[in-house]
């Protein structure tokens, strides 16, 4: 589950305090424009704008907002010299202390990005100095207006709950992603296996054990069951949908003689260019968790648009 959606839920259940939210960035800068940081009461944190002296310097200036409430807008120059932050680019931030008015407009973002729909977070500061939220509603007294787009957390489709699943799931949680997880053997989906956020489904086989799922561009599916057949019955039904990542465990023995069966039964090319097999970056990975790093990074990189 992503940051953002983390804090526009705690906001919607009554959460208070002060946020900070990046709404410009120019150059290099640890963090994009909708990255968010939520200030507790008791000084608590959740999410993050780029860590060190940036990060220090911002939750200063919430500390200062939560005793005299003025919200502003503060551009930060990621210089050596002034931050000690070497990116070399800058950042723009509105700083705000939580209002009432605030909480149905992060409950409707935090919905939206619930279930699986992106949203644009619309803010901007009045003349008298207050933050003014909006996600359905156009902004029209305040200037200027920042227009946030939030994406919903990417899927991750898991398909084999074994050792690799299991060490993955939970990593994959953390970077952000929704995680389902299905396999035909029960006793690899209890409770005790996976966390609690990791969807289980519980199939009668992998044969197509995909129509149920709901997969689009920006849902990754990883097969990793327990055999070459459930293998090729998964990846020709991946093949057949719109996942953006497409990762399958195995050698590249095992990828040669996989592709020369669907190629076999007419599968072109361009379609197997998609793909990835051996899974994962090129880190030597031995060990489920290992395996379950790499996995993470190429979906990271596939996410963040390297190739």
Do not use: N
Not at 5 to 14: F, K, M, N, S
Not at 140 to 169: E, F
Not at 199 to 224: P, R
């Amino acid at each position: 589950m992503s940051e953002a959606l983390l804090i526009l839920q705690e906001v919607a259940a009554g959460g208070c305090g002060a946020v900070a939210l990046i709404v410009e960035r120019s150059g290099s800068a640890p963090r994009g424009v909708g990255a968010m940081l939520l200030l507790r009461p008791d000084g608590s944190c959740l999410g993050t704008v780029g860590g060190g002296s940036l990060e220090q310097q911002v939750l200063e200036a919430l500390q200062q907002l939560q005793q005299d409430g003025q919200a502003c807008v503060r551009s930060f120059q990621l210089l050596p010299e002034q931050d000690g932050m070497p990116c070399g680019g800058s950042l723009t931030l509105l700083l705000a202390r939580l209002a009432p008015a605030a909480i149905p407009v992060f409950a409707t973002a935090a919905a939206g990005l619930e279930a699986g729909r992106g949203c644009t977070l619309q803010a901007a500061l009045t003349e008298s100095g207050q933050a003014c939220w909006s996600v359905e509603s156009p902004l029209l007294t305040a200037v200027p207006c920042y227009r946030i787009p939030l994406q919903a957390a990417p899927g991750l489709l898991i398909c084999g709950a074994g050792h690799i699943a299991q060490a993955l799931a939970p990593m994959a949680l953390m970077a952000g992603f929704k995680v389902t997880v299905l396999d035909d053997r029960a006793e690899l989906l209890a409770a005790d296996r996976f966390p609690v956020a990791v969807e289980t489904v519980l199939v009668e086989g992998f044969q197509g054990c995909l129509e149920c799922q709901q997969i689009t561009l920006a849902t990754s599916v990883l097969i990793a069951t327990y055999g070459h057949r459930h293998d090729r019955v998964v990846l020709e039904q991946a093949l057949a949908s719109a996942a953006g990542y497409i990762g399958m465990v195995g050698s590249r023995r095992k990828r040669e003689e996989l592709f020369g069966q669907l190629r076999a039964a007419g599968v072109a090319d361009d379609a197997l260019s998609r793909v990835h097999c051996p899974v994962g970056l090129p880190i030597r990975a031995e060990t489920p968790a290992e395996i379950a790093v790499s996995i993470l990074a190429e979906l990271i990189a596939v996410r963040r648009g390297r190739q």
